[in-house]
């Protein structure tokens, strides 16, 4: 179907050009030059001693669970309600991911996490949902307790401060997206941060089929050095040409973040007196960066949120709802037995959540537009 309105859309201009320019010219393609760079620049916006460039933000949570060593027999904490590789990833190790739900700001519930914890818990998965932090002090402090590594999966959350501190930084490992419909694109793209320096060259090795390069041995830097390989690897490397890309993304994250708040501002003023709606939470200390925009519908409303949904799409306005819960996907469901009622607020925000579209370059004229539909939607 040809919308009128999309859901998102990423924002190039002739600066992504003239850097895959730079890249086909120099000859070098694959990890190199320009995805050292595109590593540094990410460092410098987001904090954290060590980045990491993967291909995709699903392999940079898979190296995530080996880097920490979590393995069978294991338990990973994992919000109910988020996309499906923030439970996979823990599965995809052997281990057994067990949900937690969240509140509906969509983000896991600190008060519901401690309960789940057993004495095989080792770390928990921490989502930045639609780009709002988490409660990371009370998160942390549970995860402290209890001896538990932190992966912040910040898929969502580029630009997201929590209380004036990066995302990704406050855990163990953050992990980022550069999937087109995250504030910054590189196509498919991922990035793990970090400020353990042992769990930086693990994750190096495990992008790069496993390598560790010792500087110290007498045949470094001879021709016939191939370096060594102690672990299982991958490759899940990032490409220069994709790094290219990012680093021009890069130069104008700032003005991206700005005018998606200009976005989610004129949202809020022009949905505030609709009394069927819940907006997104707001509050300056958890630092949304808007990558979407959803709205919950009142509870009870499911059957009106589809019909609505229905309505927007004939009138070639895209929507989706929020993400999934996790609970009700036939692997996690059938595996576990879990029933649908067992993560209420999850089910709720699966059922009754609306992304609208939201991206830079978006008029006032044609938000207004898209929310004159809405609620004549909400009216039939």
């Known amino acids: 179907m040809k919308y009128k309105y999309l859901l998102t859309q990423p924002y190039f201009d002739d600066d992504e050009q003239r850097k895959l320019m730079e890249c086909l010219k120099s000859k070098w393609v694959t990890q190199g030059p320009m995805t050292e760079q595109f590593?540094?620049?990410?460092?410098?916006?987001?904090?954290?001693?060590?980045?990491?460039?993967?291909?995709?933000?699903?392999?940079?949570?898979?190296?995530a669970m080996m880097a920490l060593e979590i393995t069978i027999g294991d338990e990973v904490l994992v919000p109910a309600y988020t996309w499906i590789t923030s439970a996979n990833c823990i599965e995809y190790v052997g281990a057994k991911a067990v949900l937690v739900d969240v509140k509906d700001d969509f983000n896991l519930d600190p008060g519901k996490m401690e309960a789940a914890i057993t004495e095989n818990?080792?770390?928990?998965?921490?989502?930045?949902?639609?780009?709002r932090a988490a409660a990371m002090n009370e998160i942390m402090a549970i995860a402290k307790k209890n001896h538990l590594k932190v992966i912040e999966d910040c898929a969502c959350a580029i630009g997201t401060k929590y209380k004036g501190k990066p995302v990704g930084t406050i855990g163990d490992i953050g992990v980022f997206s550069f999937h087109p419909r995250k504030v910054i694109t590189t196509g498919e793209g991922g990035m793990c941060i970090t400020s353990n320096e042992k769990l930086a060259k693990k994750l190096d090795s495990l992008r790069n089929h496993g390598l560790s390069v010792d500087t110290s041995d007498d045949n470094y830097g001879k021709p016939f050095y191939m370096g060594e390989y102690k672990i299982l690897g991958y490759n899940l490397r990032l490409s220069d040409i994709q790094a290219a890309v990012g680093v021009a993304q890069m130069d104008k994250l700032d003005r991206l973040l700005i005018e998606r708040k200009k976005c989610a501002e004129n949202y809020f003023e022009m949905l505030k007196d609709c009394d069927m709606i819940k907006l997104p939470q707001n509050e300056t200390d958890?630092?949304?960066?808007?990558?979407?925009?959803?709205?919950?519908?009142?509870?009870?409303?499911?059957?009106?949120?589809?019909?609505?949904?229905?309505?927007?799409?004939?009138?070639?306005?895209?929507?989706?709802?929020?993400?999934?819960?996790?609970?009700?996907l036939g692997y996690y469901r059938?595996?576990?037995?879990?029933?649908?009622?067992?993560?209420?607020?999850?089910?709720?925000?699966?059922d009754c959540s609306i992304t609208l579209p939201i991206f830079p370059g978006m008029t006032k004229e044609d938000q207004k537009s898209i929310i004159e539909r809405l609620l004549e939607a909400l009216k039939l």
């Open 121 to 131: 818990t080792k770390a928990v998965v921490v989502v930045h949902e639609f780009g």
């Open 286 to 328: 958890y630092g949304s960066t808007f990558q979407s925009f959803v709205i919950l519908l009142k509870p009870g409303m499911e059957k009106t949120r589809n019909r609505v949904m229905i309505e927007l799409q004939r009138q070639g306005i895209q929507t989706k709802q929020g993400t999934h819960a996790v609970h009700r």
């Open 39 to 63: 590593e540094k620049l990410f460092m410098q916006k987001h904090g954290g001693d060590y980045a990491i460039a993967v291909c995709n933000c699903t392999a940079g949570l898979h190296m």
């Open 334 to 350: 059938e595996k576990y037995g879990i029933k649908p009622e067992d993560y209420p607020v999850a089910s709720y925000c699966e």
